[in-house]
């Protein structure tokens, strides 16, 4: 069993070492519960294209023995979506990508521990 941050941490880089498949899995779970959450978060504004434009990357970092994926807005809504985020001096910031974070890490890491414990038969 897990106890704290730095064994999961550990216990996950051996499940990306011994257990590709369910490391996959819980990688992607876990990309997909914050696309989920940040597209709830994420003002709809008048036209509703940045809620609707959160993507998810393919996997990334094989061929560097990392298992990841990037989460964010697509390229026609990524370069302005930070403006509301983070405020202008016009507009106060609504702190909606640091809202997901603080939201989804409990989650994402109740996904890990489940697929560390099943792939590694803790």
Known sequence: MTTGTEEMLANLTKLQL????????????????????????TPVGET???ASSVETSGFKGANQGLIEKDIGYNQ???NRV??????????SAQN?????INESTPQVQEIYKEHIIKGLNL
């Open 18 to 41: 011994n257990n590709k498949r369910v490391a996959r899995q819980a990688v992607d779970e876990g990309a997909q519960l914050f696309a989920k959450n940040l597209a709830a978060n």
């Open 48 to 50: 509703g294209e940045m």
């Open 96 to 100: 909606f990508v640091e809202q997901t």
């Open 82 to 91: 930070h403006y509301p985020d983070t405020g202008t001096i016009f507009q």
């Open 76 to 78: 026609s809504v990524g």
